[in-house]
């Protein structure tokens, strides 16, 4: 009978190295010395390293279940039950539905499941809603710190925004990155004095300025945007216009996900913003800035009477 194993590491795990961690392979002895007791015979092993337990679209996952449909196994051998999914609709979706239709038999060799025992449905069933409890608390308790850090004032975003880099000696503060910091204050010089927004944007496009994406990517930071573009976009100059941490203001908090078991985000309304005033070095003083925002209104309430 042949066995796959499937081993997961997710991105809160401890224990990973540069390469393959400890604990896949600490995984992989397990469950190779688990098929060689029971007499498997092992056709494949699926990895997923930093990857969520509730994440449907691993790439190892997906492809052990189109083998597994396809009847080039019999079993899959996990660790746990956990290491398969945190999901509970997964779990009724494979272990209790497709899997018996599959000829599949699923076996958690540290937790003791095994779908070819009738009677460890219902404990299956509890291991699979404690571990999605598991990543609801989770998910709780890292919401909780990230916004406890940005009340602190502190930066949690991946990246700091065009004009600011992040501080070398402490990469939750932003500190101003000059060569940017000359453009914004050029884009913002220009506007004011009476330069729209279009020809702001092919000024620096004919310049060959490299605009924010490009720009980051040239600093060696590993940012990734499908829609990246050497040219200056209109959308680009106006969020720059109306960011106010040009003015030394931290704002963070602007979206959240929807669930904790989805990745799909929402905006939120400005006042529910986290707003940390003087949190860092400003690269526009508040006047210049609420000039800007004063021309923005003014021109919006031309363009409605305008309409």
């Known amino acids: 009978m ?7 590491l997710s991105v809160e795990d401890d224990g990973k190295t540069n390469t393959m961690s400890e604990s896949i392979k600490n995984q992989q002895l397990l469950l190779l010395d688990y098929a060689k007791t ?9 990895v997923d390293e930093d ?4 994440d449907r679209n691993r790439p190892a996952f997906v492809r ?12 899959i051998l996990c660790k746990t039950q956990s290491r398969f ?15 018996p239709l599959w000829g599949i038999r699923f076996i958690g060799v540290v937790d003791g499941v095994d779908t070819s025992e009738r009677q460890n449905k219902k404990a299956r069933q509890i291991t699979g809603l404690i571990n999605e409890w598991y990543c609801e608390d989770l998910s709780d ?6 916004q406890k850090k940005m009340q ?7 990246f700091a925004c065009y004009g600011y880099k992040k501080d070398p000696a402490d990469h939750h503060r932003i500190i101003i990155d000059e060569p940017a910091a000359t453009i914004v204050r050029t884009i913002y010089h220009n506007y004011l004095s009476g330069i729209g927004m279009t020809a702001i944007a092919r000024q620096l496009t004919a310049e060959n300025i490299p605009p924010p994406s490009i720009y980051k990517k040239q600093q060696g930071l590993k940012f990734y945007s499908p829609y990246s573009s050497p040219i200056w976009s209109v959308s680009t100059i106006k969020n720059i216009l ?13 979206e959240k996900k929807v669930s904790y078991k989805s990745k799909k985000m929402i905006h939120l309304p400005p006042e529910c913003w986290i707003q940390i005033p003087n949190n860092h070095p400003a690269i526009i003083s508040e006047h210049i800035f609420k000039q800007v925002q004063s021309r923005f209104y003014a021109k919006q309430n031309k363009k409605n009477i305008s309409v």
């Not at 042949?2 to 997961?8: D, E, P, V, W």
């Not at 029971?38 to 699926?46: Q, V």
């Not at 999914?85 to 899997?99: A, G, K």
């Open 152 to 158: 602190d004032g502190q930066f949690i975003g991946s």
């Open 38 to 46: 029971n007499h498997y015979e092992l056709f494949a092993i699926y």
């Open 242 to 254: 109306k960011n106010p941490t040009y003015t030394g203001t931290l704002v963070q908090g602007k």
């Open 2 to 8: 042949k066995a796959a194993i499937y081993c997961r």
């Open 141 to 146: 308790n890292i919401r909780a710190v990230f």
């Open 51 to 54: 990857y969520s337990g509730l």
């Open 64 to 75: 052990m279940l189109n083998d597994a449909k396809a009847g080039y196994f019999q079993v």
């Open 85 to 99: 999914t945190r999901d509970m609709e997964l779990v009724e979706r494979y272990l209790h539905h497709l899997f």
